[in-house]
């Protein structure tokens, strides 16, 4: 078993393009139910590397019009789909293998391609490319793309750099049924590595102490490549793709570092002291989503006084609905806190944070992960972080939400 817990703050870092792609994908308002899952193209799962996974069709009834554009696809006429997407990181070559574990689903397989930016309108306005589809003449529960062609195989997908991919698997059933993706993508490059070292340095001054900041796999002490927000440093406040970064050290200060790879428990905001008067090296440790390990998500702010959801707190909701779309056998707890001084538990506290909790229950359903792999708890302020909290940082950190990933 392990923990997923959300750490509730009011800081929101300005991201670059890379970030704000992330955010395009999700604006909806938490107050209202969305139609955005995943079986359509505007709720798509997001996959940036190469791994297996397993999805779920969500048993979607009745006739689609998705594809009413497209006159190869006319005859497509099941609801029940499974849409995901991929930004390719260098040009290369996509590989994939997806079958039916329960061997009930008859699968096709469509990928869209368009240079507009708009995937999702122009797939609806028929103006994006069909770049392969797969309708096997008899049923088929494994389907894909390989060098090895069939009735039920393609040629892989050629793609450059930056250039997105939308995929969508439509099974003829209506069952809930789940699929194991094999998803491999392999760069061009004869030396290419999907998640190569890559180090930079903004040293500029040798007579200035030396930050350095370095990223390990936890296990294996490995350096690994991640997005990497950087805040505190004034003029080189960004995100980079690193796995070792290093500056000036101008004078004392604070910096917050953040860091995301997809697989690992993010790193959330976490707070170094940069004494500005000697060299320092921190090494960001990243854990891989295994049993029985926890992280702390922050960026996940409620309205005060209220379990309705900000906006800017979409992004991270996004990535947790990704995961577990991505990962059908995991069912989770969510558990709601909030603050209140003193140790006395209050009826309005404990309803409170239940609230907050069934709001991400609400959200997570919403855009498409099955009801019964949820549950949402109020502990009220049973189990503060800080006990006794003294600053607004402290207090903010009790309230929070907790995840628990079983």
């Not at 955005?36 to 069709?57: D, P, R, V, W």
């Not at 028929?126 to 529960?141: D, F, L, Q, S, W």
Request: net charge neutral.
């Amino acid at each position: 078993m392990f923990k997923w817990i959300i750490f509730i703050t009011q800081h929101f870092v300005q991201l670059t393009f890379f970030l704000l792609i992330l955010l395009s994908f999700n604006t909806i308002v938490l107050a209202q139910k969305s139609t955005a899952t995943y079986a359509y193209c505007e709720g798509t799962i997001n996959i940036f590397k190469s791994n297996t996974y397993q999805l779920q069709f969500l048993g979607n009834k009745g006739a689609s019009t998705n594809f009413s554009q497209f006159h190869a696809l006319a005859d497509v006429k099941s609801s029940n789909q499974i849409w995901f997407s991929f930004i390719a990181p260098a040009d290369g070559t996509i590989n994939l293998d997806i079958e039916s574990v329960a061997k009930k689903n008859n699968l096709k397989l469509f990928a869209f391609k368009t240079l507009s930016g708009e995937v999702c309108k122009d797939i609806r306005d028929g103006n994006a490319e069909i770049i392969r589809m797969i309708k096997p003449a008899t049923a088929e529960t494994k389907i894909g793309l390989s060098e090895e062609v069939s009735t039920s195989y393609l040629h892989p997908i050629s793609i450059e750099g930056g250039n997105v991919i939308q995929f969508v698997i439509v099974s003829d059933s209506i069952n809930t049924e789940f699929v194991n993706l094999n998803f491999q993508f392999q760069g061009k490059e004869e030396n290419f590595v999907e998640h190569e070292e890559k180090e930079f340095s903004y040293r500029y001054n040798r007579n200035l102490p030396r930050l350095k900041i370095l990223v390990r796999d936890k296990d294996v002490q490995h350096p690994m490549t991640v997005d990497m927000i950087i805040t505190g440093l004034q003029k080189r406040d960004g995100l980079y793709n690193a796995s070792s970064v290093e500056f000036d050290i101008h004078k004392r200060t604070r910096i917050w570092i953040t860091a995301e790879k997809e697989g690992y428990f993010p790193i959330e905001q976490r707070m170094y002291y940069v004494s500005g008067e000697q060299d320092l090296e921190i090494v960001v440790e990243m854990e891989q989503i295994k049993s029985g390990r926890s992280l702390q998500l922050s960026n996940i702010d409620f309205i005060p006084g209220t379990s309705e959801v900000s906006e800017q707190s979409l992004p991270r909701l996004k990535r947790l609905k990704d995961f577990l779309a991505l990962n059908s056998s995991f069912n989770v707890e969510i558990q709601g806190h909030v603050y209140e001084p003193g140790p006395e538990q209050s009826f309005a506290g404990q309803k409170m944070s239940e609230a907050r909790a069934k709001r991400i229950v609400k959200y997570l359903v919403d855009n498409g992960i099955a009801k019964e792999r949820l549950t949402a708890v109020g502990y009220g302020n049973k189990f503060p972080i800080y006990k006794f909290a003294k600053t607004p940082s402290e207090e903010q950190a009790n309230r929070r939400v907790e995840i628990l990933v079983k």
